[in-house]
């Protein structure tokens, strides 16, 4: 699934901002993942939040006697790390491929242009996070 595709089947009340779209397209790079590997660990500083565009992750909180809990299975399209990146706060839990995935990257720079510059956004983005909460 390209980025736009992605982000309209996650955000489904937008228009695609044209007038963005290579700015966009340039800020989004996405991150391939082999099956088992680790896309972020817990407790480790966050830099973005993220997009599944293809594939699946699984999101697991361990425990300190070293059990693990899987809080949830992430299947594109599904955007997830917000609450940290945006309290800038280490991650709560662990994302780990379950297959070779896709993800796309929202650091900084594409969050602010977005945020800012998408009309619609900001409420749609709070929209969906609030449905996973």
């Known amino acids: 699934m390209d980025l736009r595709e ?7 009340e937008l228009a695609w901002p044209e007038a963005l779209d ?12 082999a099956a088992g590997q680790t896309l972020f660990a817990q407790g480790q500083p ?10 699946e992750l699984e999101a697991r909180l361990g ?16 955007l997830f790390g917000l609450a940290a990146f945006v309290a800038r706060r280490p991650s709560s839990y662990e994302a780990l491929a379950m297959r070779a995935s896709r993800v796309f990257v929202i650091a900084e720079p594409a969050y602010v242009l977005m945020m800012d510059q998408w009309p619609g956004f900001a409420r749609a983005l709070m929209r969906e996070f609030a449905r996973h909460f």
């Open 22 to 33: 290579a700015r966009l397209r340039a800020l989004l790079p996405t991150r391939p993942l």
């Open 6 to 12: 992605a982000l309209l089947r996650c955000l489904p």
């Open 63 to 78: 425990a300190a006697d070293g059990t693990l809990s899987t809080l949830g299975h992430l299947r594109a399209p599904t």
């Open 46 to 55: 966050t830099q973005a939040f993220y997009l599944v565009g293809e594939g």
